[in-house]
């Protein structure tokens, strides 16, 4: 997050200073943004601490409750390994053609590569959380 603070405090303040910015600062901040994001999802589903809407499902009893939930973490798993699934294949697909970033000429595949990791590594966390869940009850 410091990374891309600092370069885009760099990147406006030479542009407007100095009519000179940071070159290939969106390529930087991009890179940085990919990381972080992809990085702190497996915390955040590691802690459960991904946003969730709270209603109020008293009325429909503990077992609806539990089995709604269920389907939740079954659906939330679900989706996660397919998006780290399909991030996998694209990032095979930018390897393969040897894609790069423009101006920095970064390789893009392993980048992708992390941020399908990330994902399963969520999906994991996740299924591994449902199920001790529904083990504790």
Do not use: K, N
Not at 60 to 72: D, F, K, N
Not at 77 to 91: E, G, I, Q, S, Y
Not at 104 to 123: K, Q, Y
């Amino acid at each position: 997050l410091l990374v891309m603070a600092g370069v885009t405090f760099l990147d406006v303040g030479g542009r407007a200073l100095l009519d000179r910015p940071v070159p290939a600062a969106y390529e930087l901040v991009q890179i940085a943004q990919s990381i972080l994001v992809f990085a702190a999802l497996p915390l955040a589903t590691r802690a459960r601490m991904h946003i969730t809407m709270g209603v109020s499902l008293a009325a429909l009893g503990r077992r609806t409750e539990a089995a709604l939930s269920a389907v939740v973490d079954a659906v939330s798993v679900a989706f996660l390994a397919l998006f780290a699934w399909r991030l996998w294949l694209m990032a095979d697909y930018l390897t393969e053609m040897g894609e790069t970033l423009m101006f920095l000429r970064v390789p893009v595949g392993p980048i992708v590569h992390f941020m399908a990791a990330m994902s399963a590594l969520s999906a994991a966390y996740l299924a591994l959380a449902a199920v001790r869940e529904r083990l504790a009850r």
